[in-house]
């Protein structure tokens, strides 16, 4: 008999979190074995999680919960720190959304374990700091985002794969559903309302990605995720929208030769497929059926309007904590949009104000990375103030 892959779940009650769990669920008990969860303040659903799977140890961030969980679990560990769920495991999910995740990012890789990646700070913003780690014996990053698992799943058969060299990869290409606000132009998109923002055509996410999604931020933040997970130049990393989001990304090899992975969008395959690396799970989620599949288009993104995605390419290309800066600029940038503050268009020109003002430094802990955010939130800030003043 085989022994069961002991999980551990980082932001368990998040979109990510719960669908693990789902592919948990659907995978049985004999594959996998919840071991240890993890949450910030959402205990109930926490709770009603850890009875139904029994893990030994889960964390709850939020100390004034803390007590009432270990009331409910009686003979389950509680501790404070999601980076304390590593040790009982052999592979670790990362759900949690910001800066909170990067401690289990770290922990993971030092401890030599499989990281299946959805937070997306420990990469763009901390970048730095996280690669060095992954070079510790066992360490594993498999990325869980539709476009990396993709591009992950392309290079599997190429030649240095496996010592990171990519050698016949002649570039990348992900894939960009084009959002809401596909084919309008930047006059058109200065008067379009939240809601028509959040209006996502092929994938339901949270608010901030959505509308991440509409600028083409979120393709640019992907293209610097895909440079350090890949360590592919920036000049081999091109996007291209496709409005059905059923090709997930594409590798060029130098033949000429192109591989692509396609699904019907569905977190839950990324997630089994960092679950089950190198191995993939049995239950098929996101299977195509071809006879309802009519046809799949392709077309390249418009500069232009979606500045945001020219904007992550420069940062990236300047490195150190300039995509930490981007990405802290755009989050104050798109919560005063969804506040109703400024209008679609001033996404990207609070973005290009912030990044004006960088100078150049290398975060070398998780320290430097948190100060890089806040001093790029804070110029964000002010820019916003400064533009209400008028
Ligand atoms: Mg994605």
Known sequence: MVTPTRVAIAGCTGSIGRQTLEVIRAEGPERYNVVALGVGSSIELLIQQAREFGPSVVAVADESRRAEVATALPGVEVVADQADLVGPADVVINGVVGFAGLSVTVETLRAGKRLGLANKESLIAAGPVVQPLRATPGAELVPVDSEHCAVHQCLRSSEGFADGAHREVARI????SGGPFR????????????????????????????????????????????????????????????????????????????????????????????????????????????????????????????????????????????????????????????????????????????LDEYDVAVPGTVGDVIAADDMARRLASEVLERRMAK
């Open 183 to 354: 084919g309008r132009n930047a006059a058109q998109l200065a008067t379009v309302t939240v809601e028509q923002a959040l209006a996502h055509p092929t994938w339901s996410m949270g608010p901030k990605i959505t509308i991440d999604s509409s600028t083409l931020m979120n393709k640019g933040l992907e293209v610097i995720e895909a440079h350090e997970l890949f360590g592919v130049p920036y000049d081999q990393i091109d996007v291209v929208v496709h409005p059905q989001s059923v090709v997930h990304s594409m590798v060029e090899f130098t033949d000429g030769s192109t591989i692509a992975q396609l699904s019907m969008p569905d977190m839950r395959l990324p997630i089994g497929y960092a679950l089950g690396y190198p191995d993939r799970i049995t239950t098929p989620f996101g299977r195509i059926d071809w006879s309802t599949l009519s046809r799949l288009d392709f077309e390249p993104p418009d500069h232009e309007t979606f500045r945001c995605l020219n904007l992550a390419y420069e940062a990236g290309r300047v490195g150190g904590a300039a995509p930490a800066w981007l990405s802290a600029a755009n989050e104050v940038a798109v919560e005063a949009f969804l506040a109703g503050l400024i209008n679609w268009n001033q996404i990207a020109d609070v973005c290009v104000a912030v």
């Open 173 to 176: 290409v992900l894939t960009a």
